[in-house]
């Protein structure tokens, strides 16, 4: 089945710098690939996600890129605020015929940006 | 209220106790889920339900039993746990099985002695 590793599992950056975290999955048939950021005590909430028929899609200061190859996607915040400070979890899953397959998740990142 | 609602948020309860953790979405959708989360794993699928039928058990121990009585609600019965299932349970939902976006709830932190 799908494993989805995720690195790194810690990260400070300095407020206004960049961040980045990645993810490789095992299943070549995985062709959609969503980021939750969960902030602490709240819930997972979607910020981004891809398919695999782009190879980058932005959003604002958030952009995710996929390398259907090497089978491996990333997660950039650029101009990083305090309030970016959460974990952030990436999943991959088939979607086969009409319906989405389970969502596979990373273990997390736990993102701090220090003003 | 609106989107995913969970109760109790927190829960204690002995080894031997039945309890159950209640889900209500206010979203309108068909697909239901239960995720297990604990520190510095992933998130666990651990059921799930479409148009209130299960689609999925994912090898979870029959001390988990969920109930599905409508697309709004969705239950996890609870009875004799043991303490390594103590962690963060999270209910989500999706519009139906074949949209990828899942809305969760706060959580239910369950702590079993």
């Known amino acids: 089945g799908e494993n989805v590793e995720q690195h790194p599992s810690t990260l400070s950056v300095q407020e206004g710098d960049s961040a980045v975290i990645k993810c490789t999955y095992s299943d070549s048939a995985s062709n959609y690939f969503p980021w939750y950021k969960q902030e602490l005590g709240k819930r997972p909430q979607l910020i981004i996600d891809?398919?695999?028929?782009?190879g980058e899609k932005k959003d604002q200061r958030i952009a995710v890129t996929l390398n259907k190859t090497a089978k491996h996607f990333s997660l950039h915040i650029t101009e990083t605020q305090p309030e970016d400070s959460a974990v952030y979890f990436c999943a991959a899953s088939i979607r086969y015929g009409g319906s989405q397959g389970n969502l596979i998740f990373g273990k997390g990142t736990k993102l701090s940006v220090k003003p | 209220e609106t989107g995913v609602t969970q109760t109790p948020r927190h829960l204690v309860m002995g080894m031997t106790n039945k309890k159950s953790l209640k889900c209500e979405q206010h979203?309108?959708?068909?697909?239901m889920y239960w995720y297990k989360q604990s520190a510095k794993k992933p998130l666990e699928l651990m059921f799930v339900?479409?148009?209130?039928?299960?689609?999925e058990n994912n090898s979870v121990p029959s001390r988990f039993s969920p109930e599905c009585p409508n697309s709004s609600h969705l239950f996890l019965h609870l009875h004799t746990l043991q303490p390594e299932d103590s962690a963060l349970y999270l209910c989500a939902s999706s519009q139906d099985r074949q949209t990828g976006e899942l809305f969760f709830g706060e959580g239910s932190r369950l702590t079993v002695l």
């Open positions: 891809i398919r695999s028929n782009v």
């Open positions: 339900y479409n148009f209130k039928e299960q689609t």
């Open positions: 979203l309108g959708h068909n697909a």
